[in-house]
C-alpha cells in the first residue's frame, strides 16, 4: 500500500486573498492527498520551516499581490536550506505569463494561473509524485 | 534513497529539523528501516512531559496548545506539537489546519510542529501519534503537546499516550447531564474551560465543579480552569495546574513504569492496527468476498468463516 501524497499549501506576503488556495487545498483533499494549510500573510520564513517539519512532497505557493517574484524565490531558497531538498514547489495566483520563465529559473517548477482546471493541478501532482506516494487509488 | 537508521537517530540528537522530519515520516508512513529506527526510539528513557489536549471541535485545542506553547517559551523551554485532524472518510485526503492558529511560533526553530491525519482511526489520534511525540521529546522537545482530533464523547486514545490530559469545554454545549457522561468527560485530569468570555462560563464552571464533586473529587477546584485562549488570559495558571497535578501523581520510578507499560501497549496497538490493515487486505484478495455484494448477518458470517479457513489453509 502507498502512502499518501503530503502537500503544504502556503500564501506568503501580506495578501488576504485565500479563496483560490482553500479550492486548490479542498480538490487535493477530495483526491485524496494529506494538505496542510497555514493560513494568509505568511513570512518565507514560517513557510520554509513548515514545509520541512511537515516533511512534505509538494510545496504549493498562492499570491495575488504581485509581489510573487520577491516572495516565491526566497521560499524556495530557505527550503534547500533547512533541508527540504526534494520538495517540489508550485505557484498560483495572478502571476504574469512573462515572469513564469523568471520563477521557474527560480525553483517553482510549475504554475498554475487563473481558470486551470483542478485536473490539471492533479495530474502534475500525479506525475511528480515521489515512487511510494500517491492520492486516492 | 534509504536513509540508515544511524544517521537519522543522530541527526535527531543534533536537533536537525530534516532528520527529525524525515524520522517521523518513516515511522508513519511504515516507509522502509522503520522497524529498526522504531527500536532506537523505543529504547531512548524518556524525561519529557506529555501533555494531551483534547475537546469538541471549535473548542480552541489549537488555539490553547499555541498559548501554552507561548508560556513555555516566555520560560525558554523547547516544545513539541503534534496535532491530529481527521482523514476523510470517502478520499482518504485530509486538511489539516492546527497549524493556522499556532502562527505566533511558525519559523522558531525551538517549536517543532507536526500535523497528522488521522488515517482512519476513530480514537482521536493518528496511528504514529505516540512514536511522532517520542522522536520529538528525543530530539530535546520538553513538553510535547498532543492535540487530537476535535473529539465527541468517545475518543478516548490520548489518555494513554499523555501524562495529563486537558479536557477543553466551552459554554453552551448542552447541559449539566453531558458533564456526567462517561468517555471523554471521564479522561480530563484538567479541565480548561475556554471562551471564558462569552455568556454561560461562569454557569459551565457550576456544571463542572458539581459533576467532579458528584464523582467523590473534593478537591476538583484545582482541577478546573477559565481561560481566554485567544489572550493567554489563564494560561500560566492551567501551566501551574498541570506541574500539580504531574507532582502529585507518583513517584518518579513509578512514573517511569507506567510509561514503559503504556508505550509497549501502544506497540501492541500498532501491531494490532497493522495486522487489521493485512486482514482487510487478505480479504480482498481471498476471493472470498460474496459476489453480489452481501447485505445480511448470516451471509457475513458466512464470509468470515470462509475467510478464517482460507486464512489457515493460505500458504505463507
Known amino acids: ?137 | 534513497m534509504q536513509p540508515d537508521p544511524e544517521m537519522l537517530v543522530r541527526g535527531i540528537r543534533d536537533r536537525n529539523q530534516q532528520a527529525v522530519a524525515r524520522a517521523i515520516s518513516i515511522i508513519a508512513d511504515r516507509r522502509p528501516g522503520w522497524e529498526s529506527l522504531l527500536d532506537a526510539v523505543g529504547k531512548e528513557p524518556r524525561t519529557a512531559t506529555f501533555i494531551g489536549i483534547t475537546g469538541a471541535p471549535g473548542s480552541g485545542k489549537s488555539t490553547l496548545a499555541d498559548a501554552i506553547t507561548s508560556f513555555y517559551r516566555a520560560g525558554n523551554r523547547r516544545v513539541g506539537i503534534v496535532a491530529v485532524d481527521p482523514s476523510s472518510p470517502f478520499s482518504g485526503g485530509a486538511i489539516l489546519g492546527d497549524r493556522l492558529r499556532m502562527q505566533d511560533h511558525a519559523g522558531d526553530p525551538d517549536v517543532f510542529i507536526r500535523s497528522m491525519a488521522s488515517r482512519g482511526r476513530l480514537g482521536g489520534l493518528a496511528p504514529a501519534t505516540a512514536e511522532t511525540a517520542a522522536i520529538l521529546a528525543m530530539a530535546g522537545y520538553d513538553p510535547v503537546i498532543i492535540e487530537t482530533v476535535g473529539v465527541g464523547q468517545s475518543e478516548v486514545d490520548v489518555m494513554s499516550v499523555a501524562d495529563v490530559v486537558l479536557m477543553v469545554l466551552v459554554p453552551g454545549n448542552g447541559d449539566s447531564i453531558q458533564a456526567l457522561k462517561a468517555g471523554v468527560m471521564e479522561i480530563g485530569d484538567l479541565f480548561v474551560l475556554n471562551q471564558a468570555d462569552r455568556p454561560g462560563s461562569d454557569r459551565l464552571l457550576a456544571e463542572v465543579n458539581a459533576a467532579l464533586r458528584l464523582s467523590g473529587d473534593e478537591d476538583c477546584l484545582s482541577r478546573v480552569f477559565q481561560t481566554v485562549a485567544t489572550e493567554g488570559r489563564g494560561v500560566p495558571e492551567v501551566a501551574t495546574g498541570i506541574d500539580a497535578f504531574l507532582g502529585s501523581l507518583q513517584s518518579d520510578a513509578e512514573k517511569a513504569a507506567s510509561r514503559r507499560e503504556r508505550q509497549f501497549l501502544r506497540l501492541v496497538n500498532l501491531a494490532v492496527h497493522d495486522m487489521t490493515d493485512e486482514a482487510f487486505e487478505a480479504y480482498r484478495k481471498s476471493g472470498c468476498a460474496p459476489t453480489e455484494g452481501g447485505t445480511s448477518w448470516s451471509e457475513a458470517v458466512r464470509v468470515a468463516t470462509g475467510f478464517l479457513d482460507w486464512l489457515r489453509t493460505r500458504p505463507n
Open chain 1, 1 to 137: 500500500m502507498k502512502r499518501r501524497i503530503r502537500i503544504l499549501i502556503a500564501k506568503p506576503g501580506l495578501d488576504g486573498h485565500d479563496r483560490g488556495a482553500k479550492f486548490v487545498a479542498r480538490s487535493l483533499r477530495d483526491a485524496g492527498a494529506e494538505i496542510i494549510y497555514t493560513g494568509i500573510r505568511q513570512t518565507p520564513e514560517a513557510i520554509a520551516a513548515a514545509a520541512v517539519q511537515e516533511d512534505v512532497d509538494f510545496l504549493g505557493l498562492s499570491c495575488l499581490s504581485g509581489a510573487h517574484n520577491r516572495l516565491f524565490p526566497e521560499v524556495v531558497k530557505l527550503v534547500r536550506e533547512l533541508g527540504g531538498q526534494d520538495i517540489v514547489v508550485f505557484g498560483g495566483g495572478v502571476i504574469p505569463k512573462r515572469d513564469w520563465p523568471g520563477l521557474n529559473e527560480a525553483g517553482i517548477r510549475f504554475i498554475f494561473g487563473p481558470g486551470t482546471p483542478m485536473s490539471d493541478v492533479i495530474a502534475v501532482i500525479r506525475e511528480n509524485a515521489p515512487a511510494d506516494a500517491e492520492l486516492a487509488p
